[in-house]
């Protein structure tokens, strides 16, 4: 147990829809990692949020977009759906600006029909 | 650019040892992590390596060489358990940044057999 926390575990959505995921960082981390994985592939860097702001992002449209709060709990929003959307949503949190081990929560798992 | 690489799958026999390698090519390396991932679970953290050499945590032992782009992780004493996927990932800090992105191989799926 990370004591890292995401919701919802799983979700259905349809093409063109929107979804919001959550996440609940480690007691103490204000940084918040969040990473896009298909099936059978490794974790890919969407963005990072340190302190509310957007810090830093992979190659991901701007579809995808992110809010940290001031309890350093953070939403990643997809717009637009696509199939390829399809995949496990991870969050990590870790202490000061990402510089530290990142503890990664359970996942939500997204599938876009 | 950036690029990870992994053996996609191995097998081993239960009680054995068994050596993960990886090897990477990126650009502001600050670290090299494994992870284990259980299907359907979150990446669990296993060791960090930031300095050439040996890292030892009980069973898992994690080695990096940074001239060579070069780590494996080594697991002693297989348990049935100890089938995962295992995630080499090298964290990459941006120039004029201190955005700590992790980058991730595909993993290598172990199967552990009695």
């Known amino acids: 147990e990370t004591g890292v926390t995401q919701s919802p575990t799983h979700l259905i959505k349809t093409r063109g829809q929107q979804v919001t995921l959550r996440c609940s960082s480690q007691s103490g981390h204000n940084t918040v990692s969040w990473y896009q994985q298909a099936l059978g592939q490794g974790p890919q860097f969407i963005f990072q949020y340190y302190r509310e702001e957007e810090n830093g992002r992979g190659n991901f449209p701007p579809r995808f977009s992110g809010l940290q709060f001031p309890n350093y709990s953070s939403e990643l929003n997809v717009n637009a759906l696509e199939l390829d959307d399809s995949a496990l949503y991870l969050c990590a949190s870790s202490l000061h600006s990402g510089k530290e081990t990142q503890y990664f929560g359970p996942g939500t798992r997204l599938l876009v029909l | 650019g950036q690029n990870i690489d992994q053996p996609t799958e191995m097998t081993a026999t239960e009680g054995a040892i068994v050596q993960i390698n990886c090897t990477y090519q990126?650009?502001?390396?600050?670290?090299l992590f494994w992870y284990q991932q259980h299907a359907g679970e979150a990446p669990t953290f296993l060791s960090y390596n930031v300095l050439d050499g040996l890292e030892e945590k009980g069973r898992f032992s994690s080695f990096l060489s940074r001239s060579k782009g070069y780590s494996y992780l080594l697991l002693k004493e297989l348990q049935m358990k100890d089938s995962a996927s295992y995630l080499c990932?090298?964290?990459?800090?941006?120039?004029?940044?201190?955005?700590?992105?992790?980058?991730f191989g595909q993993g290598t799926t172990l199967q552990v057999k009695p």
């Open positions: 990932a090298v964290r990459a800090l941006s120039e004029g940044s201190n955005t700590g992105k992790l980058i």
């Open positions: 990126t650009s502001g390396f600050n670290g």
